[in-house]
C-alpha cells in the first residue's frame, strides 16, 4: 500500500488473537475506509517504536495510531481517531469521548488489557 495524506498507521499487538480478532472487525465495517490503514504488528519492532517516541512496552499496553502527519496517538485517542475514519463507526467514536464515559471506558480498557497480558504471561515490568 502507497501512503496518501489519510493514511494511518495502527500499531497493534499481531501476537494477540483478540487484537487481531478486532483488527478483523474493524477491516470489515470501515469498508473502504480500511484501505487507509496500514497495520503494523509490533512484534519485534522495538527499535521502530522507540524511534517513533513509543515505549514498546506501552505498545502492549495501549493502541497507538500514526496520523498522516505523524503525530502519534494513544490509548482512547487512537481509537477515536481510527474509528471516526469509518462512517458506520463514528458515532462510536463520537460516545466514547464524551467526558462522562472516556474515563470510566478507559479505566476498563487499562483492566481488560492487563488482564489479557498477565494471563498470558506477557505484562510487561516497568
Known amino acids: 500500500m502507497s501512503p496518501?495524506?489519510?493514511?494511518?498507521?495502527?500499531f497493534y499487538d499481531g501476537s494477540c488473537p483478540s487484537c487481531i480478532r478486532d483488527r478483523r472487525q474493524y477491516e470489515k465495517?470501515?469498508?473502504r475506509?480500511?484501505?487507509n490503514v496500514e497495520w503494523v504488528d509490533i512484534t519485534g519492532?522495538?527499535?521502530e517504536l522507540q524511534s517513533l517516541g513509543i515505549h514498546p512496552d506501552d505498545a502492549l499496553q495501549?493502541?497507538?495510531v500514526q496520523d498522516s502527519k505523524g503525530h502519534i496517538h494513544r490509548e482512547l485517542d487512537a481509537y477515536i481517531l481510527l474509528m471516526s475514519r469509518a462512517p458506520v463507526l463514528k458515532?462510536?467514536?463520537?460516545?466514547i469521548?464524551?467526558?462522562l464515559i472516556r474515563p470510566v471506558l478507559a479505566r476498563?480498557?487499562?483492566?481488560?488489557?492487563?488482564r489479557r497480558l498477565e494471563r498470558t504471561g506477557r505484562m510487561p515490568g516497568k
Open 62 to 64: 495501549e493502541l497507538h
Open 33 to 35: 475506509a480500511a484501505g
Open 45 to 47: 519492532r522495538d527499535e
Open 108 to 114: 476498563a480498557y487499562h483492566a481488560m488489557v492487563t
Open 91 to 95: 458515532p462510536l467514536a463520537w460516545l
Open 4 to 10: 496518501t495524506a489519510e493514511t494511518l498507521r495502527v
Open 97 to 99: 469521548g464524551l467526558p
Open 29 to 31: 465495517l470501515a469498508g
